[in-house]
């Protein structure tokens, strides 16, 4: 069969790709902006890529069209679609055709830390010696793919809130029938599409309504969104972690690269491992609770966890040059962004932190969270802030509000250069955006190289 995919680059659709092409088909695809990592992943899987949108890519007519949710009415290859009468779907809708009957599917949803644990959950599997199938919205570091169809039932899957496509107005998540859910947490965002967090809850309710009562939900305990949204009735099994309940961890060192994992007070493993963070600390305790859902024991996942070696663009760190460490991190909300600054603060001590920060999502851009933006950066030492053209808000306000000092750019070679001129012996440089942020991260990397302190 000929699939051709509308959207083929974004981290879903690209990854669909892969499983498509791994199960036989011919896979070809198009979008606005074909650039690496997924680019290149998809070329080495033989897949032919074309830039635009342009009707012709549509001839010969493939057998069916997966459209991704990024594609709207008045995109010319959506509107040949339509005028042809070609076979067309949702990209979730194929993954649970095509790709989930027979699986045991452990899904990982939430606000954040998504990729990062479906990334540790689908590595502790790997490590037990489960072979599974996952499909992960970035690229992790133990894994040379985003997605592939495993050797057993287990399927790993980040499992997203935002709709399957222009024609099907769902939740994504609502096409994968998990067995395991993890619910991280639950706070709004999405602005372009939900208009509350009461909007997400009942998305997060719809989900919970499919679950088989054998199915076990885990989440983090006292969290009162999520709470709230079980309350409205709940068939399955569920698991809290955290402070007060059953299952806890304590942290050995101040930023929780050394802990122990705790089932009802009594230490069930000890974990050493490259990460840190109160952030990846839930995000350890939620994959290796799924990971027992299906057999793996504590100290076994603790193992696999001292190997796992992070994921793309979640602060990784991308460059160590003269004492100077720079990290490309993808927060997008202004709990990440917190989470992730705080986390780094535990780590480095009293050393210089320096964010650089677009705050380039939909939401963001919209200034949906623009009360909380401020705040979140208390444990940065110095923040410069970009604002996209597309922004419809002055972000002046942020910069007024700032517990730390704080600048506003509109220029990027104007913050390049402040950015340099901030920058001492023992800096962290954090750049956060869930874009490529016109290249800053590798023009940065390359000033600093030249760059004497």
Not at 26 to 48: C, F, R
Not at 112 to 131: D, Q
Not at 308 to 320: L, T
Request: net charge negative; proline share 4%; aromatic share 8%.
């Amino acid at each position: 069969m000929h699939i051709h995919i509308l959207g083929i680059c974004g981290t879903f659709m690209g990854s669909l790709a892969q499983l498509a092409r791994e199960l036989g088909h011919q896979v070809t695809g198009s979008d606005q902006n074909v650039y690496p990592p997924m680019s290149t992943q998809l070329e080495q899987a033989g897949i032919k890529l074309i830039e635009g949108f342009d009707p012709a890519q549509l001839e010969p007519a493939p057998d069916l069209v997966l459209v991704g949710n990024a594609m709207m009415r008045g995109n010319p290859a959506v509107e040949a679609v339509l005028e042809r009468g070609l076979a067309y779907m949702s990209g979730p809708e194929w993954l649970r055709r095509e790709v989930l009957p027979g699986k045991w599917v452990l899904a990982v949803a939430g606000t954040h830390g998504k990729t990062t644990t479906a990334s540790l959950l689908a590595w502790i599997l790997e490590y037990a010696g489960m072979s599974p199938g996952f499909l992960i919205g970035g690229v992790t570091q133990n894994f040379p793919v985003s997605a592939r169809l495993g050797e057993t039932p287990f399927f790993v899957i980040e499992a997203d809130e935002y709709d399957s496509a222009f024609f099907d107005k769902r939740s994504k998540f609502i096409h994968y029938g998990a067995r395991t859910l993890i619910i991280n947490n639950l706070e709004f965002d999405h602005a372009d599409i939900f208009s509350s967090l009461a909007d997400i809850q009942k998305q997060f309710h719809h989900l919970v309504r499919t679950l088989p009562a054998s199915a076990r939900i885990i989440h983090p305990a006292h969290y009162p969104a999520i709470e709230e949204m079980l309350a409205a009735g709940c068939w399955s099994e569920t698991q809290r972690f955290g402070e007060g309940a059953d299952w806890q961890v304590r942290k050995l060192n101040a930023d929780g690269s050394h802990f122990t994992v705790l089932e009802q007070g009594k230490v069930s493993a000890e974990v050493q491992w490259e990460m840190g963070g109160e952030h990846n600390l839930a995000n350890a305790q939620a994959a290796i609770l799924a990971a027992r859902h299906v057999g793996v024991t504590p100290a076994i996942s603790a193992e696999a966890l001292r190997q796992f070696r992070g994921v793309k663009r979640r602060m990784e760190c991308i460059a160590d040059i003269h004492t100077v460490r720079v990290y490309d991190d993808f927060a997008h909300h202004p709990t990440a962004v917190q989470t992730t600054l705080e986390g780094l603060r535990d780590k480095v001590g009293e050393q210089k932190i320096i964010a650089i920060i677009e705050p380039r999502s939909n939401t963001m851009r919209q200034g949906a969270h623009k009360d909380r933006l401020a705040a979140a950066t208390q444990a940065a030492d110095e923040v410069l802030w970009y604002q996209p053209l597309q922004a419809d808000w002055d972000m002046r306000s942020v910069i007024d509000a700032s517990p730390v000092p704080a600048k506003l750019y509109r220029e990027l070679s104007v913050l390049m250069h402040d950015a340099l001129a901030l920058t001492e012996v023992n800096s962290h440089i954090v750049i956060m955006s869930n874009g490529g942020f016109d290249g800053l991260h590798q023009q940065l990397v390359q000033q600093l190289k030249n760059h004497a302190l």
